[in-house]
């Protein structure tokens, strides 16, 4: 083989490279744009009149999770299944982002953390690395971490609803997780630095629990919970 045939070659296995790279980019667009609309149904739950549609808009978000499903199962069909770390990098991040909504969604719902296999099946996909297209641990867990910055905001905008047992609740959830975060050894540098935001959100609803308790809200909540 000559130089030139050599470097021909070298060029055709470059292009095709880059066409399945563009298929896998054209379809997490659509992911990313889903992701925003399921994001949007879920904001919701800040505003004053919102805890009171939570259910509503868990079903609705619900919904267009079977939009991703659809096109998780159009970016399989995008590259071979043993090649997914050489591509991960392009839905790595929407991967992340779907996995704080569902887990989100799974906190509305029941105020318990979701696990790694709860988000797999919402999304349609595999734990197992050995099965194809899955849930990194490392995705799974920076997921998690974003849920627990929405929570933090949500304690907040909780009190401005006047809903003061919220709080609470969210505090005892969120200085669970940080237990458990402690236990890991964190070797991947985004999620270390992603769970050194977690300590400040941990600092944040603390203060607004806090709030309550010295404006004696805290505790009138709770004896109106046990009546």
């Not at 887990?103 to 296999?117: D, I, K, P």
């Not at 996909?125 to 949500?154: C, N, P, Q, T």
């Not at 609803?205 to 309550?212: G, S």
Request: with cysteine; proline share 2%; hydrophobic share 40%.
């Amino acid at each position: 083989m000559s130089v030139t045939e050599m470097f021909s070659y070298i060029q055709g296995f470059l292009s095709a490279d880059q066409d399945v790279r563009e298929e896998i980019r054209k379809v997490v667009q659509g992911l990313e744009q889903t992701a925003r609309e399921i994001l949007t149904v879920l904001q919701s739950v800040h505003q004053p009149s919102g805890f009171k549609e939570i259910p509503s808009k868990c079903a609705k978000a619900r919904e267009l999770f079977c939009t991703v499903k659809t096109q998780i199962g159009d970016l399989k069909t995008k590259f071979p299944a043993e090649q997914y770390y050489r591509f991960h990098e392009h839905w790595r991040f929407v991967l992340q982002r779907l996995t704080f909504l569902a887990a989100f969604v799974v906190y509305l719902e029941s105020e318990n953390l979701v696990t790694r296999e709860e988000v797999a099946q919402i999304l349609g996909i595999e734990v197992v690395r050995e099965k194809g297209f899955h849930l990194d641990v490392e995705d799974y867990l920076a997921g998690v971490l974003i849920m627990a910055s929405e929570l933090s905001r949500l304690a907040v905008n909780s009190v401005t609803a006047g809903d003061y047992n919220r709080p609470l609740r969210i505090s005892n959830f969120i200085n669970d997780l940080d237990s458990g975060f402690r236990l890991l050894n964190l070797k991947n540098d985004p999620l270390r630095k992603r769970y050194d935001g977690l300590k400040y959100d941990v600092k944040k609803i603390e203060e607004v629990v806090y709030d309550l308790s010295i404006r004696g809200l805290a505790k009138e909540s709770e004896s109106s919970g046990d009546k």
